[in-house]
């Protein structure tokens, strides 16, 4: 626990020393108030948690598979928390010109509480620890969320029912607007995704399709990242043993975002498949039928994190 009082930090403030965690002065950053204000791309709210009234979402990010400190106590450094893995949703929001830091602060902690989260720890400024608290949560960069570490309240929650879900939600100020920032974490265990290309071979002849989870794209993005490869491979090594296959490569996603944007979004994918195939492992392209169905053919809920993360992925249809 800081033992500097609250009149301390606004003092220091009022000085000219507010911290802005980022890579840039608060001034540097603010937006236009007339700039016209929509959620970004291919953003959805968490199903479990909702948005302050009248925000607007400025920064989403969804990884099946994280690592995530929920800090559940003060300190300047070295906060108090769990080490936690699995499905990590970070979403910031920018609310409407009206509301205050605390209004935010507490309208989100009631909503945790009706929704069936224990707060496990909430705090200020001086609660907190000092401005050195906010420099150890993992924001997302200026300008989609702008943090100033003499000017936040945080709240660390979780489910009390199995399995266990965590939550945390830091709110700032930044020249007259409040940005948010909510983290999910549903723990989980990294999964062997890589199918090898017997097992496709076998599905796709009793079954006539398979659904493929190891190749990973950038979010909102048709761009295949590191981890993919064996994925690839198998694949290739699937054509390559069955020379007379063609197959339809067709990319799937869930339901956040507009139809179009998924349409539009799986259609690339499937399209940076197929070019992988030819480019990296020579695959004659004639042989694949590059295609997106958006989210109109799920395998599981859109509701739960899970289901999501299902119904986000590639299929191999024999043709």
Same mark, same amino acid.
């Given at each position: 626990?800081?033992?500097?009082?609250?009149?301390?930090?606004?003092?220091?403030?009022?000085?000219?020393?507010?911290?802005?965690?980022?890579?840039?002065?608060?001034?540097?950053?603010?937006? %236009?108030?007339? &700039?016209?204000?929509? !959620?970004?791309?291919?953003?959805?709210?968490?199903?479990?948690?909702?948005?302050?009234?009248? %925000?607007?979402?400025?920064?989403?990010?969804?990884?099946?598979?994280?690592?995530?400190?929920?800090?559940?106590?003060?300190?300047?450094?070295?906060?108090? @928390?769990?080490?936690?893995?699995?499905?990590?949703?970070?979403?910031?929001?920018?609310?409407?010109?009206?509301? %205050?830091?605390?209004?935010?602060?507490?309208?989100?902690?009631? /909503?945790?509480?009706?929704?069936?989260?224990?707060?496990?720890?909430?705090?200020?400024?001086?609660?907190?620890?000092?401005?050195?608290?906010?420099?150890?949560?993992?924001?997302?960069?200026?300008?989609?969320?702008?943090?100033?570490?003499?000017?936040?309240?945080?709240?660390?929650?979780?489910?009390?029912?199995?399995?266990?879900?965590?939550?945390?939600?830091?709110?700032?100020?930044?020249?007259?607007?409040?940005?948010?920032?909510?983290?999910?974490?549903?723990?989980? %265990?990294?999964?062997?995704?890589?199918?090898?290309?017997? &097992?496709?071979?076998?599905?796709?002849?009793?079954?006539?399709?398979?659904?493929?989870?190891?190749?990973?794209?950038?979010?909102?993005?048709? !761009?295949?990242?590191?981890?993919?490869?064996?994925?690839?491979?198998?694949? /290739?090594?699937?054509?390559? @043993?069955?020379?007379?296959?063609?197959?339809?490569?067709? @990319?799937?996603?869930?339901?956040?975002?507009?139809?179009?944007?998924?349409?539009?979004?799986?259609?690339?994918?499937?399209?940076?498949?197929?070019?992988?195939?030819?480019?990296?492992?020579?695959?004659?392209?004639?042989?694949?039928?590059?295609?997106?169905?958006?989210?109109?053919?799920?395998?599981?809920?859109?509701?739960?994190?899970?289901?999501?993360?299902?119904?986000?992925?590639?299929?191999?249809? /024999? &043709?």
């Amino acid at each position: 626990m800081s033992c500097f009082g609250a009149e301390f930090w606004r003092r220091i403030r009022v000085l000219g020393l507010a911290l802005v965690v980022g890579l840039a002065p608060a001034a540097a950053i603010s937006q %236009s108030d007339d &700039e016209a204000e929509t !959620d970004v791309t291919g953003s959805a709210d968490h199903p479990m948690i909702g948005r302050f009234a009248g %925000s607007v979402i400025t920064g989403y990010e969804t990884r099946d598979f994280d690592e995530f400190r929920f800090l559940t106590g003060p300190g300047a450094k070295d906060a108090p @928390g769990k080490d936690l893995e699995g499905r990590l949703t970070r979403i910031a929001y920018k609310a409407p010109a009206a509301a %205050s830091v605390a209004e935010v602060a507490r309208a989100y902690q009631i /909503a945790l509480r009706d929704k069936g989260f224990q707060i496990d720890f909430a705090c200020e400024l001086e609660e907190c620890g000092g401005p050195g608290f906010s420099r150890q949560i993992d924001v997302l960069p200026i300008p989609k969320m702008i943090v100033d570490g003499f000017n936040f309240r945080y709240v660390a929650a979780r489910t009390t029912e199995l399995p266990t879900t965590y939550a945390s939600v830091l709110v700032s100020e930044n020249n007259g607007r409040v940005f948010t920032q909510i983290d999910v974490l549903e723990p989980g %265990s990294l999964q062997n995704k890589i199918v090898t290309a017997e &097992e496709m071979a076998t599905s796709l002849a009793e079954a006539g399709r398979i659904a493929l989870y190891g190749v990973y794209f950038e979010t909102g993005s048709a !761009d295949i990242i590191q981890g993919s490869g064996p994925t690839l491979e198998q694949m /290739a090594a699937l054509l390559r @043993g069955s020379p007379e296959l063609k197959v339809a490569i067709v @990319g799937h996603t869930d339901y956040a975002g507009s139809f179009d944007y998924n349409m539009d979004l799986s259609q690339r994918r499937a399209d940076s498949v197929a070019t992988a195939l030819v480019q990296d492992y020579g695959i004659d392209q004639n042989r694949l039928r590059p295609a997106g169905v958006g989210y109109l053919a799920p395998v599981a809920t859109n509701t739960t994190a899970i289901g999501r993360s299902r119904n986000r992925r590639v299929e191999l249809v /024999a &043709e």
